[in-house]
């Protein structure tokens, strides 16, 4: 029979719309297996601010996310503030209000959709002032933009995130009008480096721009970062400038080495000795390093000069401590031995074996930080140096 029919042309034109509405209902069979019962709901990888809602209806979405947002606010654990330098503003969160139908009725489907937040009334006014009029932020509220600060809080919270907290030193509105030269070091170069100069010159090839940038939480280390490029002599001057000029601050020396031999023949009186209390020696030879961590949120900055008369300029620049730093220094001379007389009468230059004594010496800095509250921080002693007594030698015939 089928033969037949497709013998003919109008047989063979039947069997042909035949096979097409067959295969065309074959596809809107799988299209309504595969879409079909998804007619209504929303598409995979819909989400509201970080509530998925993909597969669901509007009324089943509006739910999800209406239980989402109440118990994230009953979440004690979740953490808002916005503070600077330590000290922090909390957000209370209570004040929030969050638009859930809005934010369901304007989002697209198939895509990521904000969370409508915002403060009602006079609340946001409320927030703002809060933040400036807080302790901490004395003399810098009008430098910040505080209004930023409270947008990208709004923007978490529409995220629903567990944790947000805004370093209030990312939204000074002028930043480098805000920072200071905090400490300096002008170091007297020893008469062990060749060249001045040259020595310079070998720190620019590693810093350019006649800077050296310390990163928030870095560690810095004088020998990995200029063992392959100064000598031992040299690294000893930017060791004992770096320690001079982070000794009023917050970071905390992790390595440090010191000479305990001061060279009589340079310094015959002691008191005259230059490096008390900034004394670093650096060798590349002994691994012998200055290291230090910059242990705060902020970057710092040294800034060297050309040396003048043997004395190069280091500058630490950063934003000015809200913490008052004080250094103690204690330099209390130990008696040297007694004198020692020598009989021996082989020697014919006596004077060249005689010695005068000098006191010994112990220096110690410690650091006291004191908060915004006039409260003790820390009181650490930060330097020791000890510099053993001379013994007095004559000689007698």
């Known amino acids: 029979m089928f ?34 019962f998804n007619v209504g709901v929303y ?36 953490q808002f503030d916005t503070g600077y330098q330590g000290y922090y503003y909390e957000f209370d969160r209570d004040l929030l209000v969050f638009d859930v139908q809005r934010s369901i009725s304007q989002m697209r489907d198939g ?62 509105i002028d930043y480098e009008s805000q920072l200071t030269v905090l400490s300096e070091s002008n170091y007297l170069i020893p008469e062990s480096v060749s060249s001045q100069t040259a020595f310079h010159d070998k720190l620019i090839e590693v810093y350019p721009e006649g800077e050296i940038e310390f990163e ?36 905390i020396i992790l390595e440090r080495h010191y000479n305990p031999q001061i060279d009589l023949s340079r310094y015959p009186d002691v008191e005259e000795f230059p490096y008390y209390g900034i004394n670093a020696r650096v060798n590349q030879y002994v691994d012998y390093d200055f290291s230090f961590e910059n242990n705060s ?3 710092y900055t040294i800034k060297f000069y050309a040396p003048q008369n043997y004395r190069m300029k ?14 103690l220094s204690d330099d209390p001379n130990q008696p040297y ?11 014919t230059n006596v004077e060249a074996h005689a010695q005068d004594g000098q006191n010994g010496r112990i220096i110690t800095v410690t ?31």
């Open 314 to 327: 280091f500058e630490l620049i950063g934003l000015p401590y809200l913490n008052q730093i004080t250094l």
């Open 367 to 397: 650091r006291e930080i004191r908060d915004i509250y006039d409260d003790i921080l820390s009181n650490q002693e930060i330097v020791f140096e000890f510099y053993p007594p001379v013994k007095e030698i004559k000689y007698q015939p």
């Open 111 to 172: 895509s990521a959709n904000p969370l409508v937040v915002s403060y009602r009334g006079d609340n946001r006014n409320f927030v703002k002032e809060q933040i400036e009029d807080a302790e901490f932020l004395r003399n810098l509220d009008s430098a910040l933009d505080i209004d930023r600060v409270i947008d990208d809080m709004l923007a978490d919270a529409a995220a629903m995130k567990t944790f947000s907290r805004k370093e209030l030193h990312n939204y000074f």
């Open 216 to 251: 928030p939480y870095q560690i810095y280390s004088v020998l990995d970062a200029l063992g392959e490029t100064l000598s031992s002599n040299e690294l000893n001057v930017i060791g004992g400038a770096l320690l001079e000029a982070i000794t009023p601050t917050h970071m």
């Open 3 to 36: 033969s037949s029919i497709r013998s003919s042309r109008l047989g063979y034109l039947v069997y042909s719309l035949v096979v097409i509405a067959l295969g065309i209902g074959s596809l809107v069979f799988f299209w309504f297996m595969v879409t079909g």
């Open 337 to 347: 031995n007694e004198i020692e007389i020598n009989y021996d009468t082989e020697f």
């Open 43 to 78: 598409s995979e990888n819909t989400l509201v601010g970080s509530v998925y809602v993909g597969g669901l209806t509007e009324e089943e979405a509006l739910e999800k996310v209406n239980n989402r947002v109440n118990n994230w606010l009953a979440n004690s654990t979740v």
């Open 297 to 299: 949120n902020l970057t």
